[in-house]
């Protein structure tokens, strides 16, 4: 059959199309893979790590390390999605710094919203830690300084000072002077009384249980009991930055499973709190988005810290 001539153009950019979309897919389908498995880029948005890491550095992520995962939220949103991850070839150890999946704070069953959080681990399921006038001790022993941690106050709280929004609830210890307390370890079986429940109440409850304290008596999963056996390993984490980080110590243990990597490297770092964009309004927006290169140029680039890059991380 002859075709005519535009049929055949017709034809000709079909053919061009589907191949571009084939291509495209493969190399979005090559990303989603290694962003997944392999490594990530990370922007930090707090100084909890400081000096070691700074708000406003990007980080590559080793993510195969403890086992990649499939894509946890819808990209660009905070709509989760199930997922399911790989094996991890090699096992948190003590002072490696962790990027996980925030598990909510003190009182939050689930975390309101999604998020990565950056800390160093600092004890590991079936330690006991303690920190006795800003000396963290890990089974008895003291644990180094990070070689850029820091502290702003001078001022240390002593011990007996009970600081209300440190967990867990009820404990009585601030964030120099906390525990003892041991990390979580699978097969752990904690008895239950009536002293320890608000302590439990969240961790048992994060773990997929209802758990009730009603008439003197515990149920969980509406079944009377009296002990309740841990059904997942955990860790500890704290900022490097000591006065300025919401960690482990305020808002509890950290899942094994809910770590998905380590930093490696720094590769781009520069002054977060200079915005490329306006988002006060659409009007301002609008305007903001026209002057982009002009605002990239002039405000966002000279506050580039070129002697960040590079810098590895530990």
């Known amino acids: 059959m002859k075709l005519k001539e535009e049929d055949l153009n017709l034809k000709k950019t079909g053919g061009t199309m589907m191949a571009f979309l084939r291509e495209a897919g493969i190399v979005l389908g090559t990303f989603l893979l290694l962003n997944s498995f392999v490594l990530a880029s990370f922007e930090v948005p707090t100084g909890s790590m ?10 590559l992520v080793n993510k195969f390390e403890f086992g990649g995962t499939t894509p946890r939220t819808i990209p660009f949103t905070n709509t989760k999605l199930p997922s399911f991850k790989l094996p991890s070839p ?45 000396v963290v001790y890990v ?30 609830k009820g404990s009585g210890y601030n964030e120099d002077n ?19 429940y608000e302590r439990w109440d969240t961790f048992i409850r994060r773990e997929g249980h209802t758990f009730q304290y009603v008439n ?36 509890g243990f950290i899942p094994q499973e809910s770590i998905i990597g380590s930093p490696m490297v720094v590769y781009w770092s520069w002054d977060p709190d200079v915005p490329l964009l306006d988002f006060d309004n659409p009007i301002s927006l609008a305007i903001s988005v026209v002057k982009l290169p002009i605002t990239l140029i002039s405000d966002k680039l000279p506050t580039v810290r070129w002697g960040r890059f590079g810098n590895l991380v530990k």
């Open 50 to 59: 400081e000096n070691e890491i700074m708000t406003g550095d990007f980080l």
């Open 90 to 134: 090699w096992k948190v150890e003590r002072g490696d710094v962790i990027v996980f999946i925030f598990p909510g704070y003190r009182e939050e069953v689930e975390a309101s919203e999604f998020a990565y959080y950056l800390k160093r681990c600092m004890a590991l399921a079936g330690d006991t830690l303690q920190i006795i006038n800003r």
């Open 139 to 168: 089974n008895g022993k003291a644990v180094p300084l990070p070689r850029n941690s820091k502290f702003n106050s001078p001022m240390i709280k002593p011990a007996g000072f009970a600081d209300p929004h440190i967990f867990p």
């Open 178 to 196: 906390y525990g003892p307390i041991v990390i979580p370890k699978k097969g752990d079986v904690v008895n239950l009384k009536e002293s320890n």
């Open 216 to 251: 003197g008596k515990f149920l969980i999963d509406g079944l009377i009991t009296t002990s309740y056996t841990i059904e997942g390993n955990y860790a500890f984490g704290m900022g490097d930055n000591r006065d300025n980080s919401l960690d482990s110590r305020f808002w």
